[in-house]
């Protein structure tokens, strides 16, 4: 049996462990965000560089926060494909709770959250952390939370969906399935 060495195989045998240079500036000007409610750091280049992704920004209060259990069932249902989900907490619509302890426990315990979830950061404004300042470069400025970025292997962003569009949509799924299908 022969067994054919690709990017994407060397990729999946190393853990996704990706090098910085084939990181994506998407990733790569960002660097790291702090894991919510962890001492830990996310790096986005080893965590998510090469692979689909789907970047939401939340908030504990707000009247979309239901999504969440939509987000994790997209999460679930195409993780096996290589899918990974960013949430990135904010408070730039006044709709975040100043404890971590709470925005997780809305995340953790009441949605089963269990993609990635970041602590709180500025999402738009000039306060915007890199990563958000490319996506809205790639795309759009979130206008609300539950803003949705759909971003290729290769870190571009494939779609952007308003709040009003709900994790079952089908032309969220279908952006991601597209975003599943591109190579690196």
Not at 95 to 117: H, I, P, R
Request: aromatic share 10%.
């Amino acid at each position: 049996m022969f067994i054919r060495f690709t990017a994407a195989n060397v990729l999946l045998a190393l853990g996704g462990l990706v090098q910085a240079a084939d990181c994506p500036p998407l990733l790569k000007e960002q660097g790291q965000l702090q894991q919510l409610r962890s001492k830990e750091q996310i790096d986005l280049c080893q965590r998510f560089a090469g692979k689909p992704l789907l970047v939401v920004n939340t908030a504990s209060h707000c009247g979309f926060a239901p999504q969440f259990k939509g987000l994790e069932v997209l999460y679930q249902r195409y993780r096996g494909q290589g899918l990974e989900v960013l949430g990135v907490p904010s408070n730039d619509f006044k709709q975040e709770d100043a404890d971590s302890s709470e925005t997780a426990k809305v995340c953790f315990v009441n949605y089963g959250v269990t993609f990635t979830m970041s602590e709180a950061q500025h999402v738009s404004g000039d306060e915007a952390v890199p990563l958000f300042r490319q996506l809205a470069e790639q795309s759009s400025t979130p206008r609300w939370n539950f803003y949705k970025y759909v971003v290729g292997r290769d870190g571009k962003v494939i779609a952007s969906f308003s709040s009003l569009t709900k994790p079952d949509d089908e032309d969220l799924q279908a952006a991601i399935e597209q975003a599943i299908a591109t190579q690196p």
